[in-house]
């Protein structure tokens, strides 16, 4: 079983990023006259939608994360469900980017069969390697989600035209302690984490809360201020359950954070100040790894997805 050691040795976050811009760097494009699209399932589309929720607003980048909003995104960009005809338009995409770690991921090669010659995908292999004329294979190894740094940094030299979305620096190093020890503390009395945040940190959310439950393997989850459902915010309030808030203590969500910390006086609580975004996702794997840690779990990915794939 890894060590907290062992993981924090090999943990590279930016150098990972600066390795995928230098080589998405090579094949840089324009985003700013026609738009583009990410494409990626689950954990492999995280990045993109890190970089369409943060990027300058000049900066035309849109994210497809799951299957479930490839036609609500259609709609809502052409008023019509006609994916063929839309992608194939000069008007339309300019550039079409898809990103599978696997390279196998299904709905992520359906798109593939009516993508444009400006298409692009970023994967480790597969079908969409071999698929792709235009591709950038990725070197990270370990578990697929651990990629995102380096996903991150392709799809910012592809649209950045030399601008880095990051500038490299990590969180302080007393941040990175504090996060750790809230972990380890909240490891020993059993308490689940949940984060609550404000809608366009999502993203953040949905790594900080992926990377709970492969690396820590307990239940995590989190909420849109002010915008929980009744059920979670129900859950939040029980007796039954410990239950850590996580907040981004953010200027646009102070109003909201304090009714928060009013209503759940008695939980146990840590304030994630308003940083860079990938600085957040950074402190978010050191608390998952820090618990899995004191958890005496098995930090590995959960081999599940991988039988499933195989069946």
Known sequence: MKSFHEWSESFNPTEDYLQ??????????????????????????????????FSPKNKKIHSVNDYYEIENFHEQVTGNHKPKKFLSNSKGWA?????????????????????????????????????????????????????????????DGLTAKGDRFWDGQKPTQELIQKTINTAKAWAVEKVLPWMLVPSKCDPIARRWTGMIQEDAKIPAGFGIIPEAAH???????????????????????KKENSKILRVFENRHKMMLPQIHPIQLCILGD??????????????DAIPTIEKYKES
């Open 286 to 299: 050191y608390f998952a790894a820090s618990l899995a840690a004191s958890l005496n779990v098995d930090m």
């Open 231 to 253: 059920n979670q915010i129900e859950a939040l309030g029980s007796d039954f359950i410990k239950t850590g808030l996580i907040l981004i203590d953010a200027k646009s969500t």
């Open 20 to 53: 995928g811009f230098e080589a998405g760097k090579s094949h840089a494009f324009s985003t700013s006259s026609k738009p583009t699209l990410i494409i990626g399932m689950g954990g492999s589309g995280i990045a993109g939608s890190m970089l369409s929720t």
């Open 95 to 155: 550039n079409l980017i898809f990103c599978s770690y696997s390279g196998n991921t299904e709905e992520t090669l359906s798109w593939l069969k009516v993508a444009s010659l400006t298409s692009f995908s970023i994967t480790t292999g597969g079908k969409l390697a071999e698929m792709s004329s235009r591709k950038i294979i990725m070197n990270h190894p370990g578990p697929p989600r651990r990629s995102i740094y380096e996903c991150l940094g392709i799809l």
